[in-house]
């Protein structure tokens, strides 16, 4: 997501990075800094830790399959830093990602330094024979891509919607305490092809 129309690698160039593991189930957007396998462990760990770039937001999907056919829609879920009452955004910066990353938190249930979000489940329509929900005019088509994300504590709240207005053509409506990086950055993980949920 380049800030610049400069296509390089530079850092100043760029707002984040997206990246997802092999089977596109998992993504992570990170800010600048670089991975901490790449920094050198010899270094002190305040340095490196000042090097090491910002994990903004991890994306999980899964598969969701009721029987063999049909498919159900898919499942996901978010998980962001925590945002304070002053607006501050909590950073997640570490040099072991794999124990005290924003994934390893959501697996702990550490719901205090990150917020977590999941998808809110369609419900069936006979009369369409398709999974709807609700989007109140915002998405005219039928899409896989199309999803809203909420919480457990507050399930009839919706924090981000994404869905599909025309070929090629979607919509995007998120709220606090998303930024506009990490719902852009949701909604274009939702493009990537999943092995196991297509």
């Not at 690698?9 to 790449?38: C, I, Q, T, V």
């Not at 969701?64 to 830093?81: D, E, F, Q, Y």
Request: with cysteine; net charge positive.
């Amino acid at each position: 997501m380049s800030k610049t129309d400069d296509s390089g690698k530079d850092e100043e160039a760029f707002l984040g990075k997206l990246r997802s593991n092999f089977l596109g189930l998992e993504f992570m957007a990170y800010g600048e800094g670089m991975n901490p396998k790449k920094i050198d462990s010899s270094m002190s760990q305040v340095h490196a830790l000042q090097l090491t770039r910002q994990e903004l937001l991890a994306v999980q999907y899964s598969s969701s399959l009721w029987g063999t056919k049909p498919r159900g829609p898919r499942k996901m879920g978010a998980v962001i830093p925590k945002v304070q009452p002053n607006g501050e955004r909590l950073v997640c910066r570490t040099l072991h990602p794999d124990t005290e990353g924003l994934v390893a938190l959501q697996k702990a249930n550490n719901t205090s330094h990150i917020h977590t979000f999941h998808n809110k489940p369609p419900k069936w329509n006979e009369q369409v024979g398709a999974f709807v929900l609700n989007f109140n005019k915002r998405v005219t088509q039928a899409s896989v891509k199309n999803f809203q994300l909420t919480t457990v504590d507050d399930p009839d709240t919706v924090f981000l919607q994404f869905g599909r207005v025309g070929k090629d053509v979607f919509n995007m409506d998120f709220r606090f305490p998303f930024s506009p990086f990490q719902a852009f950055a949701i909604c274009l993980s939702s493009f990537d092809y999943k092995l196991c949920c297509e």
